[in-house]
Structures are given as structure tokens and as C-alpha cells.
């Protein structure tokens, strides 16, 4: 299976394990954010760089609840909605999906199917 990471949002996190993960080969990566599903500014950043270098990026939220609704601002960046997924759910998710595919549009539509 492809490699994924999840990287979990807290106070003061930069982009640094976001980085890490890009430049050890990750394929996806997993945003664990906080309530509704945002990283730091820093990791939003590196996420963006990530999705800029072709890894595929989902947003979800690290609360025990909450969606992650497909959102305009994630589509520019080429980041994929978690929809209700955990983080943990969403990484195995990522991993089947992209065992087939890397396009962000088919992913984001495997996401919505849950």
C-alpha cells in the first residue's frame, strides 16, 4: 500500500512533520486539525506545498465528531474534503484509493461515497 501519514494539529505546530513526511515519500497525507478541520497557518501551509509536489492532502477533524465538508477554498489548494471520516479512518481510505488512483477529483468522490 502507498505510504500515509497523519499529522495532528496543536497549538503552536508548524509545518515540519508535514515537510518530513513529503520528503520521506509519502504519498497522501491526513491533516488531523482542530474543530472543524483546520491546521496551524504553518501546516496550511506546508500542506499546500505538499498538494503543490503531488501528494494528495485530506482534511479531517481530530475531534471525537465533526465534518469536513468539501469547501472552495480546499479545492484551490488541491486538498481533499475528510467528510465524517476520523483521521485514522480517512489514512486507510487514502491508502486504497490511491492504490488506484491520484487524482484529487476521484478521491474527493471516494470520500464523499462515505
Known amino acids: 500500500m502507498p505510504r500515509v ?5 496543536y497549538a503552536g505546530a508548524d509545518g ?7 520528503a520521506d515519500g509519502a504519498r497522501g497525507i491526513v491533516s488531523a ?3 472543524p478541520g483546520n491546521p496551524t497557518p504553518q501546516q496550511r501551509t506546508a ?3 505538499a498538494a503543490k509536489s503531488g501528494v494528495v492532502s485530506v482534511q479531517c477533524c481530530r475531534a471525537a465528531s465533526g465534518r469536513v465538508a468539501p469547501r472552495r477554498h480546499l479545492r484551490e489548494i488541491g486538498i481533499v474534503a475528510g467528510e465524517d471520516l476520523s483521521p ?10 490511491l492504490s488506484t488512483t491520484a487524482d484529487i477529483g476521484a478521491i474527493q468522490t471516494a470520500f464523499r461515497a462515505y
Do not use: N, P
Request: charged share 20%; no cysteine.
Open 5 to 9: 501519514d497523519i499529522v495532528y494539529s
Open 16 to 22: 515540519v512533520l508535514v515537510d518530513a513526511a513529503v
Open 33 to 35: 486539525g482542530f474543530a
Open 47 to 49: 500542506f499546500e506545498r
Open 88 to 97: 485514522q479512518k480517512a489514512r486507510i481510505l487514502l491508502m486504497l484509493a
